[in-house]
Structures are given as structure tokens and as C-alpha cells.
């Protein structure tokens, strides 16, 4: 059975840092990626990595504050959250694609790219 299981929200404040994990079980995925969900909006893309963790690609929103990384031998994808703002308050989610080729990273920041879903982890950035 695969399983994506993410952990580490919870309640901060503004400035401040978390770093979520997503833990896979049942199989490895070459790409992951990271969205959320804010009340009353759409999912929205956050991050990808492939499986070596040299491609990467970020959503404009968090690029410079959020990194993306993995242990394979954990099987285990990571988000590092830094200079935390309000507006990041949503759940997050882990997601992985069942396919095994990297494709261009501009196809991962749909919802649609990706097959298995965790059932996120709420992170709430108090002002």
C-alpha cells in the first residue's frame, strides 16, 4: 500500500521557520513535490525535486524563503520554510507523480501531474 504521510506544521509566527517531511511508503517516486490549500482557495503548487535532487523548481510566491530537498534512503522529501509570512498559512500537502521520468518542471505545478497524495499537514503563521 502506498502511503505519503507528511508531519511538522504547526503554529508559528511571522519570521519564523519550520520544516515539514513527507515520509513515502509502498514504493519510491522519482519526483515529489509540495502544495497547499488555503481556506476558500484553490491548491496551489509550492515545490518540486527529482530523484537525484538536481532539478527543483519553486512557486514565485515562496522562492527564496522555501527549500526542497530529499533522503532517498529515507524515502523521505523535505520542506524547509524560512521567513515565515501570514499569507503561508494553509495545509500542505506531500505529492508524488507514478511516473519515473522527470519531465519539465512547468508540468508539475498542476494538481493534475501527480497520482498519490498525503493528507497534509496544517502550518498557520500568526502576524
Known amino acids: 500500500q502506498v502511503q505519503l504521510v507528511e508531519s511538522g506544521g504547526g503554529l508559528v509566527q511571522a519570521g519564523d521557520s519550520l520544516r515539514l517531511s513527507c515520509a513515502a511508503s509502498?514504493?519510491?517516486?522519482?519526483?515529489m513535490g509540495w502544495f497547499r490549500q488555503a481556506p476558500g482557495k484553490e491548491r496551489e503548487f509550492v515545490a518540486v525535486i527529482n530523484w537525484s535532487g538536481g532539478s527543483t523548481a519553486y512557486a514565485e510566491s515562496v522562492k527564496g524563503r522555501f527549500t526542497i530537498s530529499r533522503d532517498n534512503a529515507k524515502n523521505t522529501v523535505y520542506l524547509q520554510m524560512n521567513e515565515l509570512k501570514p499569507e503561508d498559512t494553509a495545509v500542505y500537502y506531500c505529492?508524488?507523480?507514478?511516473?519515473?521520468?522527470?519531465?519539465?518542471?512547468?508540468?508539475?505545478?498542476?494538481?493534475?501531474?501527480?497520482?498519490?497524495w498525503g493528507k497534509g499537514t496544517q502550518v498557520t503563521v500568526s502576524s
Open positions: 505529492a508524488a507523480p507514478g511516473g519515473r521520468t522527470y519531465l519539465p518542471s512547468s508540468y508539475y505545478t498542476r494538481p493534475g501531474a501527480y497520482d498519490y
Open positions: 509502498g514504493r519510491t517516486f522519482s519526483t
